[in-house]
């Protein structure tokens, strides 16, 4: 495992979290009227979810397994090898769909959702990087 890559890839979450969290408006109608808060919010937020997927697949890498076939599979493999939570896999495997609705569909993006995602389930990312970091822990240890 490279932990330098994971550390990196775990900083670069953080930043998409902070920026997320410093622009996300208290009322959701502002974030359904406000253009610029719409793709600072939809840019980091798919960020935030493609960065998991690619330090979930880094450590997958690691561990002698089969690639994961789907985005969302990553989680549930990091569920099973006790990495992460499994209530924090199924979240984070849900995210997986805002992130593809954002890259193939932008259109589509339905803003009261998103305020809602973003107000309940942020804390989803950092439930996974402290799950990561736990892991990395461990493995330094063995």
């Known amino acids: 495992m490279d932990r330098q890559v994971i550390n990196q890839k775990l900083e670069s979450l953080r930043r998409c979290l902070v920026r997320i969290q410093d622009k996300f408006p208290a009322d959701a109608a502002e974030l359904q009227n406000n253009f610029d808060l719409q793709d600072i919010i939809a840019l980091n937020l798919s960020r935030a979810v493609q960065l998991t997927v690619d330090i979930g697949s880094h450590i997958i ?82």
């Open 61 to 142: 890498s690691t561990m002698n397994m089969p690639a994961p076939e789907t985005m969302g599979q990553t989680f549930e493999i990091l569920a099973q090898q006790n990495v992460l939570p499994v209530n924090v896999a199924e979240q984070l495997k849900k995210s997986v769909g805002f992130r593809n609705i954002a890259v193939h569909n932008y259109e589509a993006i339905n803003w009261q959702i998103v305020h809602s995602i973003v107000s309940e389930h942020l804390k989803d990312f950092t439930e996974f990087a402290k799950g990561v970091a736990h892991w990395a822990g461990s493995q330094h240890r063995n």
